[in-house]
Nanobody, 124 residues
């Protein structure tokens, strides 16, 4: 059974960097053709694909967030991490990590396993 679990602070001040970690169990982040993905949902809005790190270690970002986003991984811990810099209240959202499979494009995958999501609020 594949499980993903997000962790990180629930409150971040404006202009600071948001950092979240996704811990994966039941699957390796370095095998198969999977894309380990960050997705967020602001209040009252739809899901937004933020970026992904492939099994190979290659990274891909939403162009609208690329200048502020970094995704990395720790293969020894089977974790991948999201960093979003210079946050504003508009970055307040529930943040999810998910496994993307059968991807026609890196931002167009089927997501078969999701974390439970973590609420991040940007406020002073």
């Amino acid at each position: 059974q594949v499980q993903l679990q997000e962790s990180g602070p629930g409150l971040v001040k404006p202009s600071q960097t948001l950092s979240l970690t996704c811990t994966v169990s039941g699957a390796s982040i370095t095998t198969n053709n999977d894309y380990w993905t960050w997705i967020r949902q602001p209040p009252g809005k739809g899901l937004e694909w933020m970026g992904a790190i492939a099994y190979s270690g290659s990274t891909y970002y939403n162009p609208s967030l690329k200048s502020r986003t970094s995704i990395s991984r720790d293969t020894s811990k089977n974790q991948f991490t999201l960093q979003l810099s210079s946050v504003t209240p508009e970055d307040t959202a529930v943040y999810y990590c998910a496994r993307g499979v059968d991807c026609s494009q890196v931002a167009n995958c089927e997501y078969d396993y999701w974390g439970q999501g973590t609420q991040v609020t940007v406020s002073s």
